[in-house]
């Protein structure tokens, strides 16, 4: 029920190595280096991650989690629990969840993300730990490996404010910054490398396909135009080619689509959605709650098909004398539709705006 993206879209071997090593707090970090991608800040060169204050309200100085109240109340997290933050961030639902007395494990592909979490969590001791890696390999985690289960599993997808924010980063079509995107060392290209190499009908197709994008063919084509004198190297640059292209109509950007399905490309996110999802019961104690946050449409679309497929017990298609059992029947939906945030939210951090949360419990196996 969940379809990978096809062609270039389809999930490619790392151009990483995988080699895991145990590196304090309990983080099992993935020794990964990659030569051709050229540096930037943090974890993209040679000096030290920035410094974060731990002592903001509610944010930690990195990013504001979303439906804070309600991830609380649907994740039930309580002493001896054990929660799965599969995308980490800046530790704001983490902390929710080890204040609530669960042991949590924070998983981030992002280095400098786990660096702010580690500092700012250091008081909960031996009950956090992380692991650098990518939602989409749950299964390889040493401790679930080891056979451990998992009392709650939460997915917060998109990228972070801090990653937005820093224009090192090259997510932002708003700041000068190079062209970059990649959520850690893990992703297996640059946004350079879509822009310069891709193919037009490439480009256009992720443009349409992850962007929705309606003027798709026209922005790919301004694109493979312009390079042909000179590769894209920074954000702005793009930004404006975009802009040229298709012209300002409106508050949106032009290039703001564009840039969104660069940047799903280069971190293959709906391939990770996809085996994430794959993975959530295995990981997951019978009982257990998954807990999924989205900010695009196509994203929730994967998270909805596969969970309402996935909480049906008996399919019926036309022609069939009866309706059969389901043999992937594992999840209970806890709330029938997508929970979406209030006002209240929404004007204390715009950001939430896009965001649902879809929420099911793990059911016992069937005999």
């Known amino acids: 029920m969940v379809r990978a993206a096809s062609g270039v879209l389809c999930a490619r071997p790392s151009l990483f190595s995988n080699n895991a090593r145990d590196a304090g707090l309990g983080t099992a970090r993935r020794a990964d280096a990659h030569a051709g991608v050229r540096a930037a800040s943090g974890w993209l060169s040679a000096r030290a991650p920035d410094a974060f204050s731990a002592t903001e309200e509610g944010t930690g100085g990195y990013h504001l989690p979303v439906f804070p109240f309600e991830v609380a109340a649907w994740m039930q997290a309580a002493e001896g629990r054990f929660v799965i933050d599969g995308t980490l961030g800046g530790g704001g639902h983490s902390e929710m969840f080890l204040q609530a007395g669960a042991s949590v494990l924070g998983i981030d592909r992002d280095p400098e993300a786990l660096a702010h979490a580690r500092a700012r969590l250091t008081g909960f001791g031996g009950r956090f730990s992380t692991w650098e890696g990518n939602f989409s390999q749950l299964r390889e985690i040493p401790v679930i490996r080891e056979g451990r289960k998992a009392d709650g599993l939460l997915l917060d997808l998109g990228v972070s404010s801090r990653q937005l924010d820093t224009a090192a980063r090259g997510f932002s079509f708003m700041r000068e910054g190079p062209l970059d995107m990649r959520m850690g060392p893990s992703s297996p290209r640059t946004a350079a490398e879509v822009v310069n190499s891709w193919s037009e009908a490439d480009l256009a197709r992720i443009f349409f396909e992850f962007g929705e994008e309606p003027k798709a063919r026209r922005i790919a084509a301004a694109i493979v135009k312009q390079r042909v004198v000179g590769k894209f ?35 293959e996110e709906l391939e990770s959605l996809s085996a994430a999802l794959a993975a959530a019961p295995a990981v997951l104690k019978p009982g257990g709650r998954l807990l ?11 998270v909805k098909r596969f969970l309402r497929h996935r909480s049906t017990a008996c399919l019926d298609e036309p022609g069939w004398p009866e309706p059969r059992p389901n043999p992937d029947y594992q999840f209970e939906l806890l709330a029938r539709k997508a929970i979406v945030p209030g006002a209240d939210e929404t004007s204390r951090n715009p950001r939430a705006r896009s965001a649902k949360l879809r929420v099911a419990r793990l059911l016992e196996p069937m005999p």
């Open 292 to 302: 999924v946050i989205t900010f695009h449409s196509l994203e929730d679309r994967m």
């Open 233 to 267: 190297e920074s954000t702005l640059e793009l930004a404006a080619c975009i802009e040229s292209a298709v012209g300002r109509h409106g508050r949106t950007h032009p290039a703001t689509r564009a840039f969104q399905a660069i940047r799903m490309a280069v971190n």
